[in-house]
């Protein structure tokens, strides 16, 4: 084989890593709407706005997509811009009635100043095994994970107004 075939062959297989090793900008911590009616404990407790981001992170790590965050995220910056905003959180119940927690989040993926897709997911929990022995945080958490993880997959393959989780 001569020096081209090597370097065609080489060009070729590093190809698929070079594309795997996409890099995305998430916004972290994440807003909460304005409008919303989230309960002033959960805003100052269960930091639903930074468990969010970690979430998204670390599924989309497992596609070979890096999250690099950033206090605030411009429509305008280049390169792939995330962001998310937490439009509804439900936190009624507890552990002795049981629980019922919903969390929505919104999302818009830029590239280069262009929106390129966006989303809507909502997640709804009792709390899962063990719900009696949790609390709102615990729960609510589980719910913002759930979430990310959703996000983090689908911006494997993003699309224009995904709906996701317990919308789909």
């Not at 063990?130 to 911006?155: M, P, S, Y």
Request: proline share 3%.
């Amino acid at each position: 084989m001569g020096k081209w075939t090597y370097t065609a062959l080489f060009m070729l297989a590093a190809a698929p890593a070079a594309f795997a090793a996409d890099s995305v900008t998430v916004q972290k911590p994440v807003s909460f709407d304005e409008d919303a009616d989230v309960p002033k404990a959960v805003l100052d407790e269960c930091k639903l706005e930074n468990e969010l981001p970690d979430a998204v992170a670390t599924k989309a790590k497992e596609s070979g997509i890096a999250i690099t965050f950033a206090d605030k995220v411009s429509e305008s910056q280049a390169g792939k811009a995330l962001r998310m905003e937490i439009s509804d959180v439900i936190a009624d119940g507890n552990a002795f009635i049981g629980h019922r927690k919903a969390m929505t989040v919104k999302g818009k993926l830029y590239q280069d100043g262009a929106v390129v897709a966006s989303f809507k997911d909502r997640r709804t929990s009792m709390g899962g095994a063990f719900g009696g022995f949790k609390g709102n945080c615990a729960v609510l958490v589980r719910t913002a994970k759930a979430i990310g993880e959703d996000v983090g997959q689908w911006l494997s393959a993003p699309k224009m107004d995904a709906k996701l989780g317990d919308l789909e």
